[in-house]
């Protein structure tokens, strides 16, 4: 099951109910989005994909009319939660350029590109005998083509006349039943549309040349009146000047007032700068509105769905390309209403996203107090006149909160509890960085094209409240919630990363420290921000960060507020490279984040950097060929169009633009099995290597020999995109567990260092790829390597790809568990990081804290995507939190304040025993290991053909399951611990980056992606869970009376107009018209009907099924009853006829004559 959000991406048309009060908004993709109150808001999807040309409702029939670019017509059922096509009509040799439905009708006008009209009927979908031909329609004296229809509208007087206007100005007045012109009216200018007067004497058109013309049916030989609203007046005598085309006019009348004419474009022609607009003339007043995007379409909203009456327009609703706004008519300054749904996700581009179900209850309350107090202000008082539908929450809801991240660097909370998606809570990451001005932007702009504040990742604990953002400019902003305003200065810290390796040089073990020197890598505290400045030109930059944080003291309102600020720098020159991977913890106070260069680790309690470390120094001490970290040189140091980070706009389509992709894997698939076998058996030192026959992917002792030969350097066998590259090795089957041997034969490994395999699929790089000018190629994943990959490659740059805190074992056959750190790379290698923290809560804020690799390394094919940890009873182990705290309202002299901390550690007994399992997933397979003593129990490969891009641990019908996404489409779930295959559904091929960036599962069996760029999907994989969403859809059609019309009055009704009904029946009927031409439309039955009856099965729909049933067995009673009524009358009349002749046979006649 479905449910979007968001705005209706490239929009292309507008319909509205005036009844029913419910919104209809095409798009070019062919969806269709309905709206009503605020929880009524369903999508419908055509499956050819055509463009929705234009939509029209059968006004308070439950049903909508869409027309396609395929020149298709269908009949939507609306009475039902999911609307489904009823019947099709598809027009073979005639394409479809305009539609329209009188009020109460059931036939269907439809005009064409060649001029012509048909007429369809709307309950049997088929195509009257009944034609307009163009060159009938126009006089006989015309020697051109009138262009196809642009307008089909019968008069408001007489339902007999139709009037058809034509592109090139050529206006029809059309008698249905004479089946001739009345009068037509010719005008040197495009006609773009037309609207009537409402009592049907008068219409208007908007030109080609900004002009409006008011036509008479009395005098149609020249216009009533002609006005240019924006052309500068001219001397009498002499043409208005030529503006902007009005695309569209409307033309309502009032009863108490002048009547208002609403048009959009017409703006001259030397205001090249002014957006576009829509312009009110209301008398004598003329308001012009302008829009932020170009107007698509709009509609007036009036009073009464009858023609022929006072309009008595009370809104307008505009369709823009990327908004939609409904403007007052009642008030003078025409203020807009404030939009209920969410239809600004895309206000600056969503660059990441993060799904959080069953969040505690409080948060949304919370958030949406602190978020209400900066909503903008000068809305309609007015209800929100969109109002149809019915709407209610189900049996069971759950607290959930989505979180964008913007390209402008903004994040949005959302809540999305039920069906509906409401912004809670904004918050501008920019506000912590200086303003760039233009003068000092050239550090930035080599870095970062357009949004230096683009969002990159989101980690949020909605325990702590503890948020962390990462951004493209190589920053982590750490946020903690206050419910007050705190004027402070802005912590931060500025961090070194950047490492490159000797590909020759191998020293001795015992000549170099197992560590680097970290004293020289750590940098000084910056309590007031950033102090270097840029160097000048032709000066090496170094040590400068790619943005400079404030230094004076800066106001924060209630919400979240930055706590701490750390920056990558550059170094010798080159840019830092961009965040991949960031985990925070708040009851450790730590944050750890890393990049292709190596990995960080943060003390923010208090303030400090506790590891700054190369991936390649995180295996040092198990490394026994150690290479020293020394700077870049300039020989390969890769070009800023390479290797430099790119603003995240550029994901969204742009030809001229190159797109960043954080995936290595995307790009580099399906690689010849030859060349990869040879790569993969190259040791990182040595042009030699030989293989472990016995050996099988696992993990890697802590004890390893000393050695030193280097050209015996044993690598562990590895399958790749299907090839062994082992001789003797052999893939696990799928939730095969491992037996004792073969946990033996894992464990055990010969001596040398752990294997560096060339990157195969190094997730979270940083690459630029070429775009052609074919449009599918930006989404297009074959693995042919391009040359910036062949450079990567050759760097062996090893990117840490997954981060997660965890309570458990570090080393093997470790007793107690502590504080840990796994750390997942691009090469499949998983490392574990011990944590010392100390003991007491009041010396957290003042001793240190010691990070140091333990030396257990675990191994997968591919790069590693997520960690998880369950305990031995089958439970999900949550990491360790703080209880949020106010910590700004606390007193500094308050002695009893104590961190709260909420410890998820597993149960130790008495009994011998691992106590946990952690889960790893990659890219290319999911492990189970037991814990303390790393043996491997469950091993699955998820894809030998494709990837996953994400993946992770989830809770659903109070189950533990991993959910993996994978790019064929895939989306897949196995049972844990045991790696069980549950669910292989094909649901959407990976076509676009935008899914790959934005995609995510969270508890519950949901996830989220964005679907375009203004649209986020939500999605179900649970069978209870898509129960639930079902009861909480809301009802498009809910049972209205239809208002009367108003009495016309005696004097009206004679002098008004045609006092006779027009039955159309009778004149577009098969026994008056005649059949259609087969090959001019196809009549295509849909599925609507069957999933009609399978909706009406239960509930309301069921009631109205079973009432109309019932109706129609009375009706066919009274039906039989009717006939013998009539046989009883006919009877009784032969009866009194009978009785009358006997009785003047025998009337003259005495008693005794008988």
Same mark, same amino acid.
């Given at each position: 099951?479905?449910?979007?959000?968001?705005?209706?991406?490239?929009?292309?048309?507008?319909?509205?109910?005036?009844?029913?009060?419910?919104?209809?908004?095409?798009?070019?993709?062919?969806?269709?989005?309905?709206?009503?109150?605020?929880?009524?808001?369903?999508?419908?999807?055509?499956?050819?994909?055509?463009?929705?040309?234009?939509?029209?409702?059968?006004?308070?029939?439950?049903?909508?009319?869409?027309?396609?670019?395929?020149?298709?017509?269908?009949?939507?059922?609306?009475?039902?939660?999911?609307?489904?096509?009823?019947?099709?009509?598809?027009?073979?040799?005639?394409?479809?350029?305009?539609?329209?439905?009188?009020?109460?009708?059931?036939?269907?006008?439809?005009?064409?590109?060649?001029?012509?009209?048909?007429?369809?009927?709307?309950?049997?979908?088929?195509?009257?005998?009944?034609?307009?031909?163009?060159?009938?329609?126009?006089?006989?004296?015309?020697?051109?083509?009138?262009?196809?229809?642009?307008?089909?509208?019968?008069?408001?007087?007489?339902?007999?006349?139709?009037?058809?206007?034509?592109?090139?100005?050529?206006?029809?007045?059309?008698?249905?039943?004479?089946?001739?012109?009345?009068?037509?009216?010719?005008?040197?200018?495009?006609?773009?549309?037309?609207?009537?007067?409402?009592?049907?004497?008068?219409?208007?058109?908007?030109?080609?040349?900004?002009?409006?013309?008011?036509?008479?049916?009395?005098?149609?030989?020249?216009?009533?009146?002609?006005?240019?609203?924006?052309?500068?007046?001219?001397?009498?005598?002499?043409?208005?000047?030529?503006?902007?085309?009005?695309?569209?006019?409307?033309?309502?009348?009032?009863?108490?007032?002048?009547?208002?004419?609403?048009?959009?474009?017409?703006?001259?022609?030397?205001?090249?700068?002014?957006?576009?607009?829509?312009?009110?003339?209301?008398?004598? %007043?003329?308001? /012009? #509105?302008?829009?932020?995007?170009? !107007? *698509?379409?709009? =509609? &007036?909203?009036?009073?009464? +769905?009858?023609?022929?009456?006072?309009?008595?327009?009370? %809104?307008?609703? /505009? #369709?823009?390309?990327?908004?939609? !706004? *409904?403007?007052? =008519? &009642?008030?003078?300054?025409? +203020?807009?209403?404030?939009?209920?749904?969410?239809?600004?996700?895309?206000?600056?581009?969503?660059?990441?996203?993060?799904?959080?179900?069953?969040?505690?209850?409080?948060?949304?309350?919370?958030?949406?107090?602190?978020?209400?107090?900066?909503?903008?202000?000068?809305?309609?008082?007015?209800?929100?006149?969109?109002?149809?539908?019915?709407?209610?929450?189900?049996?069971?809801?759950?607290?959930?909160?989505?979180?964008?991240?913007?390209?402008?660097?903004?994040?949005?909370?959302?809540?999305?509890?039920?069906?509906?998606?409401?912004?809670?809570?904004?918050?501008?990451?920019?506000?912590?960085?200086?303003?760039?001005?233009?003068?000092?932007?050239?550090?930035?702009?080599?870095?970062?094209?357009?949004?230096?504040?683009?969002?990159?990742?989101?980690?949020?604990?909605?325990?702590?409240?503890?948020?962390?953002?990462?951004?493209?400019?190589?920053?982590?902003?750490?946020?903690?919630?206050?419910?007050?305003?705190?004027?402070?200065?802005?912590?931060?810290?500025?961090?070194?990363?950047?490492?490159?390796?000797?590909?020759?040089?191998?020293?001795?073990?015992?000549?170099?420290?197992?560590?680097?020197?970290?004293?020289?890598?750590?940098?000084?505290?910056?309590?007031?921000?950033?102090?270097?400045?840029?160097?000048?030109?032709?000066?090496?930059?170094?040590?400068?960060?790619?943005?400079?944080?404030?230094?004076?003291?800066?106001?924060?309102?209630?919400?979240?507020?930055?706590?701490?600020?750390?920056?990558?720098?550059?170094?010798?020159?080159?840019?830092?490279?961009?965040?991949?991977?960031?985990?925070?913890?708040?009851?450790?106070?730590?944050?750890?984040?890393?990049?292709?260069?190596?990995?960080?680790?943060?003390?923010?309690?208090?303030?400090?950097?506790?590891?700054?470390?190369?991936?390649?120094?995180?295996?040092?001490?198990?490394?026994?060929?150690?290479?020293?970290?020394?700077?870049?040189?300039?020989?390969?140091?890769?070009?800023?169009?390479?290797?430099?980070?790119?603003?995240?706009?550029?994901?969204?389509?742009?030809?001229?633009?190159?797109?960043?992709?954080?995936?290595?894997?995307?790009?580099?698939?399906?690689?010849?099995?030859?060349?990869?076998?040879?790569?993969?058996?190259?040791?990182?030192?040595?042009?030699?290597?030989?293989?472990?026959?016995?050996?099988?992917?696992?993990?890697?002792?802590?004890?390893?020999?000393?050695?030193?030969?280097?050209?015996?350097?044993?690598?562990?066998?590895?399958?790749?995109?299907?090839?062994?590259?082992?001789?003797?090795?052999?893939?696990?089957?799928?939730?095969?567990?491992?037996?004792?041997?073969?946990?033996?034969?894992?464990?055990?490994?010969?001596?040398?260092?752990?294997?560096?395999?060339?990157?195969?699929?190094?997730?979270?790089?940083?690459?630029?790829?070429?775009?052609?000018?074919?449009?599918?190629?930006?989404?297009?994943?074959?693995?042919?390597?391009?040359?910036?990959?062949?450079?990567?490659?050759?760097?062996?740059?090893?990117?840490?790809?997954?981060?997660?805190?965890?309570?458990?074992?570090?080393?093997?056959?470790?007793?107690?568990?502590?504080?840990?750190?796994?750390?997942?790379?691009?090469?499949?290698?998983?490392?574990?990081?011990?944590?010392?923290?100390?003991?007491?809560?009041?010396?957290?804020?003042?001793?240190?804290?010691?990070?140091?690799?333990?030396?257990?390394?675990?191994?997968?094919?591919?790069?590693?995507?997520?960690?998880?940890?369950?305990?031995?009873?089958?439970?999900?182990?949550?990491?360790?939190?703080?209880?949020?705290?106010?910590?700004?309202?606390?007193?500094?002299?308050?002695?009893?304040?104590?961190?709260?901390?909420?410890?998820?550690?597993?149960?130790?007994?008495?009994?011998?025993?691992?106590?946990?399992?952690?889960?790893?997933?990659?890219?290319?397979?999911?492990?189970?290991?037991?814990?303390?003593?790393?043996?491997?129990?469950?091993?699955?490969?998820?894809?030998?053909?494709?990837?996953?891009?994400?993946?992770?641990?989830?809770?659903?019908?109070?189950?533990?399951?991993?959910?993996?996404?994978?790019?064929?489409?895939?989306?897949?779930?196995?049972?844990?611990?045991?790696?069980?295959?549950?669910?292989?559904?094909?649901?959407?091929?990976?076509?676009?980056?935008?899914?790959?960036?934005?995609?995510?599962?969270?508890?519950?069996?949901?996830?989220?992606?964005?679907?375009?760029?203004?649209?986020?999907?939500?999605?179900?994989?649970?069978?209870?869970?898509?129960?639930?969403?079902?009861?909480?859809?809301?009802?498009?059609?809910?049972?209205?009376?239809?208002?009367?019309?108003?009495?016309?009055?005696?004097?009206?009704?004679?002098?008004?107009?045609?006092?006779?009904?027009?039955?159309?029946?009778?004149?577009?009927?098969?026994?008056?018209?005649?059949?259609?031409?087969?090959?001019?439309?196809?009549?295509?039955?849909?599925?609507?009907?069957?999933?009609?009856?399978?909706?009406?099965?239960?509930?309301?729909?069921?009631?109205?099924?079973?009432?109309?049933?019932?109706?129609?067995?009375?009706?066919?009673?009274?039906?039989?009853?009717?006939?013998?009524?009539?046989?009883?009358?006919?009877?009784?009349?032969?009866?009194?006829?009978?009785?009358?002749?006997?009785?003047?046979?025998?009337?003259?006649?005495?008693?005794?004559?008988?």
């Amino acid at each position: 099951m479905q449910v979007r959000h968001g705005f209706p991406y490239q929009p292309t048309a507008l319909a509205f109910d005036p009844v029913q009060k419910i919104l209809a908004i095409g798009t070019r993709t062919g969806a269709i989005r309905i709206l009503g109150r605020p929880g009524v808001d369903c999508y419908c999807q055509h499956e050819s994909g055509a463009a929705v040309l234009q939509l029209q409702f059968l006004i308070n029939e439950g049903a909508l009319v869409s027309a396609g670019s395929d020149d298709v017509l269908h009949l939507w059922n609306l009475r039902q939660k999911r609307p489904a096509i009823l019947h099709s009509l598809k027009f073979n040799r005639e394409r479809i350029t305009y539609c329209h439905l009188p009020f109460q009708s059931k036939w269907l006008y439809v005009g064409t590109e060649r001029g012509n009209t048909h007429i369809v009927n709307i309950e049997s979908f088929i195509l009257s005998g009944y034609v307009i031909m163009w060159n009938k329609a126009i006089e006989l004296s015309t020697k051109t083509h009138p262009g196809p229809v642009v307008h089909l509208s019968d008069s408001p007087r007489d339902e007999g006349k139709l009037l058809i206007g034509y592109e090139n100005g050529t206006v029809v007045l059309w008698d249905l039943k004479s089946k001739r012109a009345e009068l037509r009216v010719y005008y040197d200018e495009a006609i773009h549309s037309i609207d009537w007067h409402h009592e049907g004497k008068q219409f208007m058109c908007s030109h080609s040349d900004g002009s409006l013309t008011l036509w008479n049916l009395k005098s149609p030989s020249r216009p009533f009146q002609t006005t240019v609203p924006h052309g500068k007046s001219q001397r009498e005598g002499r043409k208005s000047e030529s503006c902007k085309p009005i695309l569209k006019v409307e033309y309502k009348t009032c009863r108490n007032s002048e009547p208002f004419i609403i048009f959009s474009g017409g703006l001259s022609y030397d205001k090249a700068c002014r957006r576009p607009s829509l312009t009110i003339m209301h008398g004598k %007043a003329i308001t /012009v #509105l302008e829009m932020d995007h170009p !107007i *698509v379409e709009f =509609l &007036t909203l009036c009073e009464t +769905p009858y023609p022929n009456e006072f309009q008595e327009p009370y %809104a307008v609703v /505009v #369709l823009l390309e990327k908004d939609l !706004i *409904v403007v007052d =008519l &009642t008030q003078s300054n025409f +203020p807009i209403f404030e939009n209920p749904y969410p239809m600004d996700i895309h206000e600056s581009p969503v660059t990441c996203t993060a799904y959080f179900a069953d969040c505690p209850p409080d948060l949304i309350l919370v958030l949406y107090s602190i978020g209400v107090k900066h909503k903008k202000q000068g809305y309609s008082n007015k209800e929100w006149p969109i109002s149809g539908g019915a709407w209610n929450l189900g049996t069971q809801t759950y607290p959930e909160i989505i979180i964008t991240g913007h390209a402008d660097g903004s994040i949005k909370f959302w809540d999305a509890s039920a069906i509906t998606l409401q912004m809670l809570y904004k918050l501008k990451t920019s506000k912590v960085f200086e303003k760039q001005k233009v003068g000092e932007g050239k550090q930035t702009c080599e870095i970062v094209e357009e949004d230096p504040y683009a969002i990159q990742m989101i980690y949020w604990c909605p325990e702590s409240r503890v948020f962390c953002v990462s951004g493209v400019s190589a920053y982590v902003i750490i946020y903690k919630f206050s419910r007050h305003e705190i004027t402070t200065e802005i912590v931060s810290l500025e961090v070194r990363l950047q490492y490159d390796v000797e590909d020759i040089i191998t020293p001795e073990p015992e000549t170099s420290p197992p560590f680097p020197d970290l004293s020289s890598q750590l940098p000084s505290r910056s309590l007031s921000g950033s102090t270097n400045t840029v160097a000048s030109e032709g000066i090496t930059r170094d040590s400068i960060p790619c943005l400079n944080v404030k230094t004076r003291p800066v106001r924060m309102p209630p919400g979240y507020q930055a706590e701490l600020v750390i920056q990558l720098v550059w170094v010798d020159g080159e840019p830092p490279q961009q965040i991949t991977s960031l985990a925070v913890n708040s009851a450790y106070g730590i944050v750890a984040f890393g990049n292709c260069n190596g990995l960080v680790v943060v003390d923010f309690i208090q303030k400090t950097v506790l590891l700054s470390m190369g991936t390649i120094d995180l295996y040092r001490s198990s490394d026994l060929y150690q290479r020293q970290p020394r700077s870049p040189r300039k020989n390969k140091q890769f070009i800023a169009d390479n290797f430099c980070m790119r603003g995240l706009s550029n994901f969204y389509p742009d030809l001229t633009k190159r797109i960043r992709t954080s995936y290595q894997s995307l790009t580099e698939l399906n690689d010849s099995p030859v060349p990869l076998e040879l790569e993969r058996c190259k040791s990182p030192t040595s042009g030699h290597a030989t293989r472990t026959p016995e050996a099988t992917p696992g993990f890697y002792r802590n004890e390893i020999p000393s050695m030193r030969q280097r050209n015996q350097v044993h690598h562990l066998p590895d399958h790749v995109n299907g090839h062994c590259t082992s001789p003797t090795s052999q893939s696990c089957s799928s939730g095969k567990r491992l037996s004792s041997a073969d946990v033996t034969k894992v464990n055990r490994w010969g001596p040398g260092r752990p294997p560096f395999r060339k990157a195969q699929s190094a997730a979270c790089m940083e690459i630029s790829l070429p775009v052609t000018t074919e449009e599918n190629r930006e989404n297009s994943y074959n693995r042919s390597r391009s040359s910036s990959i062949s450079s990567i490659d050759k760097d062996s740059k090893e990117a840490i790809t997954a981060l997660h805190f965890m309570e458990s074992f570090a080393r093997k056959n470790d007793s107690v568990i502590s504080p840990c750190l796994f750390v997942g790379t691009s090469l499949g290698m998983v490392l574990i990081i011990s944590l010392n923290l100390p003991s007491a809560d009041e010396q957290r804020f003042t001793e240190p804290v010691m990070v140091l690799p333990s030396g257990t390394f675990l191994s997968l094919k591919g790069a590693v995507l997520t960690f998880s940890c369950m305990d031995r009873t089958g439970t999900l182990m949550q990491p360790p939190y703080e209880v949020w705290r106010d910590s700004s309202h606390v007193d500094e002299n308050e002695k009893s304040w104590r961190r709260k901390l909420v410890m998820n550690s597993p149960s130790l007994s008495q009994e011998i025993g691992d106590h946990q399992y952690t889960i790893i997933c990659s890219e290319k397979q999911a492990k189970v290991f037991s814990l303390p003593s790393q043996t491997c129990l469950y091993v699955h490969n998820i894809t030998e053909t494709s990837f996953i891009l994400q993946a992770d641990v989830v809770v659903m019908c109070n189950s533990v399951c991993l959910a993996c996404f994978c790019a064929n489409g895939h989306i897949m779930i196995m049972s844990l611990p045991s790696l069980r295959p549950m669910l292989d559904v094909n649901y959407l091929p990976l076509t676009d980056m935008r899914i790959a960036r934005t995609f995510c599962f969270t508890n519950e069996g949901q996830a989220l992606y964005l679907v375009s760029p203004t649209e986020i999907q939500r999605l179900t994989y649970s069978q209870e869970m898509c129960d639930n969403l079902q009861e909480m859809l809301g009802d498009l059609f809910t049972p209205i009376e239809t208002p009367e019309a108003q009495n016309r009055g005696f004097l009206k009704g004679l002098f008004g107009g045609s006092g006779q009904t027009f039955d159309r029946e009778e004149l577009f009927g098969e026994a008056s018209a005649g059949k259609a031409s087969r090959s001019l439309a196809q009549h295509i039955p849909g599925p609507g009907g069957i999933e009609g009856m399978k909706g009406a099965a239960g509930g309301v729909m069921g009631e109205l099924t079973r009432a109309r049933i019932a109706l129609d067995e009375r009706g066919q009673r009274l039906g039989e009853l009717e006939e013998k009524t009539a046989g009883m009358m006919t009877s009784a009349e032969a009866f009194s006829k009978h009785a009358h002749e006997l009785m003047l046979k025998y009337k003259d006649k005495k008693w005794y004559q008988f």
